[in-house]
């Protein structure tokens, strides 16, 4: 798993050459996964940003460098995105268009009826008219990025507990499985890791993300340092328990 803030600033490689840097990720709340990277393509293609899905990533990533399998020309070739409104379902529509990915969204899993990305784009693709299931309406899936998010204050069932400074990605699902929360302010300097499974709501007007379980839970929760040598970038769920 990665921290959301680390990387980045990773040059993104496509197989031609670099086209830019990533500045920030967009990821859905309600399943919590990542949907998207913004790159910022600054001196390689005159500063325009560009959203690229997962689904074009080849292999493993880290601070240093996200490799896609993309040529420069495509990327440029994308719709340009303004960061400063939101993300819009006509905008991933034209973005997943232009690259000829299938949509995401329509089933169950994660990704269609997949755990990860890169299932979703070698199964077969339905037409996009046939998937129009209730309830998986783009415009309704609340996609925010990590940059926005950071600094959401955390409410257990009792009480504010922290905000949250950080988020684990999973390498190969995209999913953020769990969020690091600076509880300095409330029990004495301590980062915790809370699972995102313990999240009941987000409060997007106060910015705020509710918990289903106890302060002292989250006291009492692991610190980044205690897990990071359990974490596995291979992970398709959580390679431990955290309540």
Known sequence: MHLARKICGATIRAVDGDVGTLEDFYFEEDRWTVRY??????????????????MSVDGAWDVTSIRVSLKKDLVWQSPEFDSTGPLSGDHER?????????????????????????????????????????????????????NQSTGYHVHATDGEIGHVDDFLIGQESW?????????????????????????????????????????????????????????????????????
């Open 37 to 54: 990277l913004l790159v910022d393509t600054g001196t390689w293609m005159s500063g325009k940003k560009v959203l690229l899905s997962p």
């Open 94 to 146: 034209q973005v997943l268009g232009h690259y000829g990915y299938p949509y995401y969204w329509g089933a169950s899993g994660a990704w269609g009826t997949f755990d990860n990305p890169g299932a979703l784009l070698l199964a077969p693709t339905l037409r996009p008219e046939l998937v129009k299931p209730a309830g998986t309406d783009p415009e309704s899936r609340n996609l925010r990025s990590t």
């Open 175 to 243: 999913r953020v499985r769990y969020l690091l929360v600076d509880t300095s302010n409330w029990i004495g300097g301590r980062s915790v890791i809370v699972s995102t499974d313990a999240l009941q709501s987000v409060d997007r007007q106060h910015e705020m993300l509710c918990m289903g379980i106890t302060r002292d839970a989250i006291k009492h929760g692991p610190s980044f340092g205690s897990i990071e040598s359990a974490l596995d970038v291979r992970e398709t769920g959580p390679p431990f328990t955290i309540i």
